[in-house]
T-cell receptor, first 115, second 112 residues
Framework: DTAVSQTPKYLVTQMGNDKSIKCEQNLGHDTMYWYKQDSKKFLKIMFS???????INETVPNRFSPKSPDKAHLNLHINSLELGDSAVYFCASSQPPGQGYTEAFFGQGTRLTVV | KQEVTQIPAALSVPEGENLVLNCSFT??????LQWFRQDPGKGLTSLLL?????REQTSGRLNASLDKSSGRSTLYIAASQPGDSATYLC???????????FGTGTSLTVIP
């Protein structure tokens, strides 16, 4: 029973297209995240959602838009895809950081390739 | 802002060696620190979570320590095996910014 699941696992698309990545968690967590992992394997936060409310947006282009229909789901929609968007995108969930014991659970990642 | 660094960036050891991976963070106001493993092309697998009230946490051949006052954590791997080859990441949850800050990672290769 997967705790954090994201789909699709692989996504190959042409420049200029619009695509979405879906994420669901069944852990009852209040906070969900999207991270981007670059070619050097560094993980950088893109968005954080706490009870469906956007908490941070770390200088991400507005072509990227997170959408959370409920606290178990956080989808990532990307408009007008560019070559530089090629990366691995990870969804994660946890209880809100800073409220004591906080363990993060990650999805398996979505490898996006823009051609 | 929290900054997390890991040393060394890469490590290659013969099978059977004991090894230590290091993680440093700049702001000691943390509740816990988490170690992850990432295999090539795969997601992140949680290895150990060590709370700020703990000094050590163990799971099998892995032992993680945490020294908040000095801003450091170490991951000790005993009797390394080729299957331990992966990238190891440490992460700290931080209230400011509502996120987990990740280290730069250590790429470990264990040679049979």
């Amino acid at each position: 029973d997967t705790a954090v699941s994201q789909t699709p696992k692989y996504l190959v698309t042409q420049m200029g297209n619009d695509k979405s990545i879906k994420c669901e968690q069944n852990l009852g967590h209040d906070t969900m995240y999207w991270y981007k992992q670059d070619s050097k394997k560094f993980l950088k936060i893109m968005f954080s959602y706490n009870n469906k409310e956007l908490i941070i947006n770390e200088t991400v282009p507005n072509r990227f838009s997170p959408k959370s229909p409920d606290k178990a789901h956080l989808n990532l929609h990307i408009n007008s895809l560019e070559l530089g968007d090629s990366a691995v995108y990870f969804c994660a969930s946890s209880q809100p950081p800073g409220q004591g014991y906080t363990e993060a659970f990650f999805g398996q990642g979505t490898r996006l390739t823009v051609v | 802002k929290q900054e997390v660094t890991q040393i060394p960036a890469a490590l290659s050891v013969p099978e059977g060696e004991n090894l230590v991976l290091n993680c440093s963070f700049t702001d000691s106001a943390i509740y816990n620190l988490q170690w992850f493993r990432q295999d090539p092309g795969k997601g992140l697998t949680s290895l150990l979570l060590i709370q700020s009230s703990q000094r050590e946490q163990t799971s099998g051949r892995l032992n993680a320590s945490l020294d908040k006052s000095s801003g450091r954590s170490t991951l000790y791997i005993a009797a390394s095996q080729p299957g331990d080859s992966a990238t190891y990441l440490c992460a700290v949850p931080f209230f400011t910014g509502n996120q987990f800050y990740f280290g730069t990672g250590t790429s470990l290769t264990v040679i049979p």
